[in-house]
């Protein structure tokens, strides 16, 4: 399996490019997003690869960072929907409004996607709801210190004994942290619950 590609910027297709890497070269399909941010031919350039595996072919495709690739992965597991489509919404699509469109069970976003029809929209906003929070809680998680993930576990678990599903906690702590600069749990669990009380 391979995590990871890191060479020379070989070729550039419409949605594709090719990496040399010693003299090999990989094509590996990329978001318009990353693509535009590539350098220049013949220049070193890092992708994030995953490899989808069919019966008659191995494919890969390449982002520039993890939140990027994980979303693909999630998306990936929804019925019906398969590498170019993920591809199509994670072109069209910023990663953040692509959750904000899960999260809030907005698919009509999703709808705008070529290649996604309302029925397959509806189907990720569905499957993916509850996983949302997850895949966000963990991308938050990396990006945090102990002490503030100790605060943050500390909001949730508040919330939760207040008599708020995990799932609901969490969103709303995640929404606390947008707009409060102080981590204190006191703090979070006041912000969030705000946010729960707006529905």
């Known amino acids: 399996m391979i995590a990871h590609l890191y060479g020379k910027l070989a070729r550039v297709g419409v949605d594709f490019?090719?990496?040399?890497?010693?003299g090999v070269g990989y094509k590996v399909f990329v978001p318009l997003s990353v693509r535009a941010q590539l350098a220049q031919l013949g220049e070193d350039v890092k992708l994030l690869?995953?490899?989808?595996?069919?019966?008659?072919s191995i494919t890969l495709y390449g982002f520039s960072d993890e939140t990027q690739q994980g979303l693909f992965d999630l998306l990936l597991t929804v019925s019906g929907v398969g590498p170019k489509v993920a591809l199509n919404i994670l072109s069209v699509l910023p990663v953040e409004q692509i959750v904000r469109a899960i999260s809030n069970e907005a698919f009509h976003?999703?709808?705008?996607?070529?290649?996604?029809?309302?029925?397959?929209?509806?189907?990720?906003?569905?499957?993916?709801?509850?996983?949302?929070?997850?895949?966000?809680?963990?991308?938050?998680?990396?990006?945090?210190?102990a002490p503030e993930q100790r605060a943050i576990e500390d909001a949730v678990e508040g919330?939760?004994?207040?008599?708020?599903?995990?799932?609901?906690?969490?969103?709303?702590?995640?929404?606390?942290?947008?707009?409060?600069?102080?981590?204190?749990t006191g703090v979070v669990v006041r912000t969030a619950l705000k946010f729960l009380a707006k529905g």
């Open 109 to 145: 976003e999703l709808n705008r996607v070529p290649g996604v029809g309302t029925k397959t929209a509806q189907r990720i906003v569905l499957e993916l709801r509850e996983k949302i929070t997850a895949f966000v809680w963990t991308e938050t998680a990396q990006k945090t210190t």
């Open 159 to 184: 919330l939760i004994a207040l008599g708020y599903k995990r799932s609901d906690a969490r969103a709303a702590v995640e929404e606390a942290l947008k707009v409060v600069k102080d981590r204190d």
């Open 49 to 56: 690869i995953s490899t989808v595996v069919r019966e008659d």
């Open 17 to 22: 490019v090719v990496i040399d890497v010693g």
